[in-house]
């Protein structure tokens, strides 16, 4: 066990920090999801056609590629397009975009597409009565969205989004190709410099498995306190 | 855009769609008999059995598909005992290091997917079969798998497509399939979004073929 020891005589520690970096990305790749699928439900679920183009568009090309080839796309032409777009505001210098944000955002992108889903099988579920209810008080769409449809699409959407944070928790481990430093590539290192590939590896998945273990746990929590009253 | 670009890397990304098929049909086929060997022993009443199959699941299905193929391809080979076995023919090689982690893992997800469908089968079908006087064996080959079958197509097609973008994986130890020749493309020619839209556009094209198969199937096969 002295592969795993703190400090510089072993990779207790680099580890540790790993596993942080991949609950941060997963954290970070979760939230932008949100943000993409708070911009395509609508588009989803909107009548018109063309919008409605636009939403499954993003959907299915997301979940019909492998994710590593839009983690390539991001890595390789993540900095080529910011680039482009700096220049159009006469910034010609080159720029580096940081190895977590374009990791986040590929996962980000990737967990958005499946987070769409969820949400626009969870609204189409709610009752068709709550909708019609909340226009005959009057109530704002905002008031609406957020006091009426939201809480209950949260209860239905929970068990799905969970499935959506696991996908999301083990994609992370593909951003080791572009060399932020999370569990897998800090593993690579070290069953590199150790020449112990198999002990590595195996740790690593131990901790995937302890993550998605206590991650389920909390989902668990978070479930029974939006089912109260079913 | 650089449409020569995006000609001429067609055929050669049409090349590496063969190993792509390949690594996906292999690692299906094993991974199906996998899948029902542990849905079998899923359904079994003894608790060995049953907690090993879902450990196994368990396990497979929480960690990432890079570390069981890093596992199996980089670790696997520093045991000095598996290289003077018969096994290191097999374990040397890339393509069925790949080839092994995939059929493991789906087999893993396949084996939950028929152990819900070998639970939905009502129990009147199982009981008209044995008041009918059928052995279990017989009942189990000829009632309880095609049902299972069918009620297990819609989610089978799901991981039909999950392991076909999985099999992208296999370009990180050496494999050049699909993701890997693209990748190779875009790190020379600096065209990502070239590069992106054709390898896509074939990803995409698959997808299309097996969902609609899997529609078909499920069509032809459904309850009248």
């Known amino acids: ?230 | 855009m650089d449409f020569d670009l995006m000609i001429t890397s067609f055929p050669k990304l049409l090349n590496a769609t063969v190993v792509t098929l390949k690594l996906l049909s292999l690692s299906l086929f094993f991974g199906l008999f996998i899948g029902l060997f542990f849905a079998i022993l899923r359904l079994r009443k003894n608790i060995f059995l049953n907690k090993f199959a879902y450990g196994y699941s368990y396990v497979f299905r929480g960690t990432p598909l890079l570390v069981q193929i890093f596992i199996i391809y980089f670790g696997l080979g520093q045991i000095e005992y598996l290289r003077t076995t018969i096994l290191w023919v097999v374990l040397k090689e890339p393509y069925w290091c790949a080839i092994i982690a995939f059929a493991l893992n789906t087999g893993a997800y396949t084996s939950e997917i028929l152990r819900s469908a070998f639970q939905t089968i009502k129990p009147g079908f199982i009981e008209a079969g044995k008041s009918l006087g059928i052995p279990n064996k017989i009942i189990f080959y000829k009632i309880q798998i095609p049902i299972a079958i069918r009620q297990s197509l819609p989610a089978y097609g799901n991981e039909i497509i999950l392991m076909m973008k999985g099999t992208s994986l296999a370009s990180t130890v050496t494999l050049l399939d699909l993701t890997g020749v693209a990748k190779y493309i875009i790190s020379t020619t600096f065209k990502p979004i070239e590069v992106f839209i054709v390898a896509g556009g074939i990803y995409l094209f698959m997808t299309f073929i097996i969902h609609n198969l899997i529609k078909y199937l499920e069509k032809k096969y459904s309850y009248q």
């Open chain 1, 1 to 230: 066990m002295n592969l795993l020891a703190f400090g510089n005589t072993g990779w207790g520690d680099e580890l540790f920090y790993a596993t942080l970096m991949t609950i941060a990305v997963s954290i970070t790749a979760m939230i932008i999801g949100f943000i993409f699928a708070l911009i395509f439900t609508p588009l989803k679920l909107s009548k018109k056609k063309y919008l409605n183009l636009i939403g499954n568009f993003y959907t299915t090309v997301i979940r019909g590629v492998p994710e590593l080839l839009v983690i390539y796309l991001l890595f390789f032409g993540g900095s080529g397009a910011i680039m482009y777009v700096a220049s159009i505001f006469g910034y010609n210098e080159y720029i580096e975009i940081n190895a977590f944000l374009t990791g986040s955002f590929s996962i980000g992108i990737i967990s958005g597409a499946y987070s769409t889903e969820v949400f626009r099988g969870a609204i189409q579920s709610i009752d068709k009565g709550q909708f019609e209810a909340s226009k005959v008080l009057g109530l704002k769409k905002k008031i609406e969205f957020f006091k009426v449809i939201m809480p209950q699409m949260l209860r239905l959407a929970i068990p799905n989004l969970s499935n959506v944070w696991q996908i999301t928790l083990k994609d992370t481990s593909l951003i080791s190709v572009t060399g932020l430093v999370e569990i897998m590539r800090q593993s690579y290192i070290a069953a590199g410099s150790t020449r112990d590939p198999l002990f590595f590896y195996s740790f690593a998945a131990v901790l995937y498995l302890l993550l998605t273990y206590l991650s389920m746990k909390l989902i668990n929590r978070l479930e029974v306190k939006y089912n109260r009253g079913f």
